[in-house]
């Protein structure tokens, strides 16, 4: 199959890489290109090292990215999709610069959730430019980047090897143009193969948490637990799960049934110690604001079915500040402790008798200044 919908050069003028000049003598340098070499019509000529332009590519995005959210479902068609793109909206509506990445391969249903259909990517001199996504009330467009966007035609099916996976698991990390970001909802594929593996090593070591999307039937039950499995085993910090199709309302009498029986999903929750966040209606308006390309906690911020949403929203930003208060707690560690060595070291200049009330005094101010340390933004008054 083709996925090549990128212009026939790159936008950046082409690198002379010099006659005969030993590569691995050039593996410190970087080409500047802001995309994969995949990409880049001078591959074949060029001598740059290759893993080590696309390991600085990959972390220079990360560096500008707050707080990672996978949004996991080991089982296909229980609406992973659906909770990253209502996730991801709930964020932005709340101030926050959020970016969507769609890692399922097989299924890339982001363009779609945010009117996307049809529409590509081109590349730029900074990489991939994800397509902005605005809505009323929404302050910073929030960024969708999908394979979606390089398929010739919607329906292209992609059947590719887990090589090629992992390529694409690094060029949507590396290759697209997120720029600062304060959350990235990844919508990811089901199961727990290749495309897992490779973005939890990738994103090992940065601020990353999971949530699971599941539906209360035993089928579904089955397979979601094991992704808890996973995410412990990973020690991936597993926020909670998001129980969609939990309940449907009658548009006749407006009363409210179940579907599928829950008893034995709290129980098995309770069991792993995993938290329920939320439980999502089966909805009409749900269905048709994905199909429409606009969220329904967007469309209808006052429906039920964004008051359902509103808790998963929440369980982010919390774990978010949590992570931002340990951060911000261990560099003033940090640094009272090299402050402490600096004071000592300059008290040994000052005479025994007076050195007591010297170090207390310094100590105090010392004190002070922490207590007026940066605290963790509220997420109701964000500043950026």
């Known amino acids: 199959m083709s996925v090549s919908h990128f ?11 010099g006659p005969s000049r030993d590569p691995l003598a050039l593996a410190p340098e970087d080409c500047g290109r802001g995309h994969a070499c995949q990409f880049c019509p001078q591959e074949e000529e060029c001598r740059l090292e290759k893993g080590h332009h696309e390991k600085r590519l990959i972390e220079s995005r990360l560096a500008k990215i707050g707080q990672i959210i996978m949004v996991m479902a080991n089982k296909g068609g229980v609406g992973k999709s659906t909770v990253s793109a209502n996730l991801a909206a709930g964020l932005a509506a709340r101030g926050y610069r959020v970016g969507v990445a769609d890692a399922d391969i097989h299924g890339p249903n982001q363009s779609r959730f ?3 259909v049809g529409q590509r990517v081109r590349l730029g001199g900074n990489g991939l430019t994800p397509r902005a996504f605005e809505a009323e009330g929404v302050e910073h467009p929030l960024r969708v980047g999908s394979l979606a966007f390089m398929m010739e035609s919607d329906d292209t099916p992609i059947v590719w090897r887990d090589a090629y996976k992992h390529d694409f698991m690094h060029h949507l990390i590396g290759s697209f143009d997120w720029g600062p970001l304060d959350f990235l909802v990844i919508d990811m594929p089901p199961g727990t193969g ?7 090593d990738l994103l090992e070591g940065h601020d990353v948490a999971a949530l699971l999307a599941t539906t209360p039937q035993e089928v579904a039950l089955m397979d979601s637990l094991k992704a808890v499995r996973f995410c412990q085993e990973r020690q991936l910090p ?9 309940g449907v309302t009658c548009p006749h ?3 409210e049934f179940h579907l599928f029986p829950r008893a034995h999903l709290a129980e098995a929750l309770a069991e792993v110690e995993v938290d329920s966040l939320a439980q999502i209606p089966l909805s ?3 269905a048709s604001g994905s199909d429409s390309g606009q969220p329904i906690v967007l469309a209808a911020p006052d429906g039920p079915e964004a008051r359902a949403f509103a808790p998963v929203v929440e369980a982010c930003v919390a774990h978010a500040r949590q992570g931002f208060a340990e951060a911000a707690a261990h560099s003033l560690q940090a640094l009272a402790s090299e402050a402490g060595d600096e004071l000592e070291a300059a008290l040994a200049s000052v005479p025994p008798e007076q050195r007591d009330a010297v170090r207390h005094e310094l100590q105090a101010q ?5 207590g007026d340390a940066p605290r963790p933004p509220d997420p109701d008054d964000v500043t950026r």
Do not use: K, Q, Y
Not at 7 to 17: G, V
Not at 194 to 200: F, K, S, V
Not at 238 to 246: F, I, K, R, S, Y
Not at 366 to 370: I, N, W
């Open 194 to 200: 290749n495309e897992l593996i490779t973005l939890a």
């Open 284 to 286: 009409p308006a749900l």
């Open 7 to 17: 212009p026939p050069r790159d936008p950046r003028p082409p690198r002379d890489p």
């Open 366 to 370: 010392f004190a002070g200044l922490l």
């Open 114 to 116: 945010f009117g996307f």
């Open 253 to 255: 009498c407006g009363g």
């Open 238 to 246: 597993l926020l909670g799960v998001v129980e969609n199709m939990a």
